[in-house]
């Protein structure tokens, strides 16, 4: 802030305006993404990611949508056939990186205070105590929130967006950024379809498609008697293309574009 | 202030403290004295909120920008329907052709988060030194 002038005020005065207005005028015209050096850092992370043949999923949801739970089923399904790791980012607590290790996998917790997301560099100060050499599949479980996570590349290959059937089946309608962001949309908790009437998967879709797109979206369940046959089958194929990514489009949906 | 000084209780103080920076990085190249008007495009699709943008701003310029005004060009959201090809505006919630109808369209504006310009005022010949003080002052942002 300037010392001399007091001129720390909400809004520019026409007083110290003149006052710093000595000079001649100068107008610099750039385009450029205001979110460029996170997006320099999320590129190379994506390269750090990439070095070691890890496959890195970015999971996104509301608080409370099931994607820890999620993560311990399929970590329970793969965890003989992949090496697996998870990044948590929570405000607080270790929790659920304590659920993963419960798990028999690392996890390494991210907590972000007052942060309602995570950031390229968050994770990439992560990835400093996470030995890659030995990982197949890295999930990275974002901050529990519909509306920052979407737009802060962590440099991850895909994004998997959860919504769960305790939700409103209209919530791509109301947080369009994020599901517009999403590779891939699990419809979690699908075991309590049979007790909730207000939530319509038929809706859900349609208000996918109505932001035009082909994002495809599988039902999940991860709790009592584990229904995520078809979530294995989509990491699967993402491993798969990652081994051989001569084709740029996976699932229907052309995959996240390496740096 | 402490949680604000984070830059990311909401994503906006994020978002901004990288505008900030990416100004104060082209006004130190340019050799200015003050940046007086900063001016970006934001459009519905890229996931900030303009007024909040707009409040952070309000409260996180320092330095070289300490007295910038912030002017938001706001974009509507554009899509290109992939089998009519019509181009219509429409509403970030509802990306289906405007036209005929159909789901299979391309956004082509409506998620821009772009820094466009940047006004400011060069030092006098005379200032150059006590304006090279003035802007090594103590910023968190610039």
């Known amino acids: 802030m300037c010392k001399t002038c007091g001129c720390a005020l909400p ?22 993404d205001i979110l460029a050096v996170n997006d320099r850092t999320a590129a190379h992370n994506r390269t750090h990611f990439d070095e070691h043949g890890v496959l890195a999923i970015n999971v996104m949801s509301s608080p409370g949508a099931g994607k820890t739970a999620l993560l311990e089923a399929t970590i329970l399904a793969l965890k003989s056939r992949l090496r697996i790791a998870v990044i948590e980012g929570d405000l607080e607590t270790e929790n659920d990186a304590n659920r993963i290790r419960a798990c028999g996998v690392p996890a390494i917790q991210i907590t972000t205070g007052t942060a309602c997301h995570l950031d390229a560099s968050l994770v990439h100060q992560a990835l400093h105590d996470m030995p890659l050499d030995g990982i197949d599949l890295l999930f990275i479980e974002n901050v529990g929130n519909l509306v920052c996570p979407a737009g802060f590349d962590l440099g991850q290959h895909l994004n998997v967006t959860l919504l769960s059937v305790t939700e409103g089946d209209d919530k791509p309608a109301k947080y369009p950024v994020i599901f517009r962001a999403s590779d891939l949309v699990v419809l979690s908790k699908t075991d309590l379809l049979a007790v909730l009437e207000d939530f319509d998967p038929t809706r859900a879709a349609t208000c996918l498609r109505n932001l035009g797109l082909e994002t495809p979206m599988i039902h999940t369940a991860a709790r009592r008697v584990p229904s995520i046959g078809a979530w294995i089958d989509w990491l699967m194929a993402a491993l798969e293309h990652r081994r051989a990514p001569r084709s740029a489009v996976f699932n229907g949906v052309t995959a996240h574009q390496d740096a | 202030m402490r949680a604000a000084k984070r830059g990311r209780v909401v994503h906006e103080l994020s978002v901004c403290q990288a505008l900030l920076s990416q100004v104060g990085e082209i006004a130190r190249a340019q050799g200015a004295a003050a940046v007086e008007q900063i001016t970006i495009e934001l459009g519905p699709l890229c996931g900030t909120e303009p007024r909040l943008l707009w409040n952070a701003f309000s409260a996180m310029r320092c330095g070289v920008a300490a007295n910038a005004e912030l002017r938001i060009e706001h974009c509507p959201v554009r899509i290109q329907c992939l089998q ?59």
Not at chain 2, 95 to 119: F, N, S
Request: glycine share 6%; proline share 4%.
């Open chain 1, 11 to 32: 809004a520019a005065t026409d007083q110290n305006r003149a006052m710093h207005s000595v000079g001649p005028f100068r107008a610099i015209n750039v385009i450029q």
């Open chain 2, 84 to 142: 009519c090809e019509a181009r219509t505006e429409t509403r970030p919630n509802r990306l289906v052709c405007g036209r005929c109808g159909g789901w299979r369209t391309r956004v082509i504006a409506g998620d821009e988060l772009r820094l466009l310009k940047v006004e400011m005022r060069m030092p006098l010949a005379s200032s150059q030194n006590a304006v090279a003080a003035s802007s090594e002052e103590q910023c968190n942002y610039v």
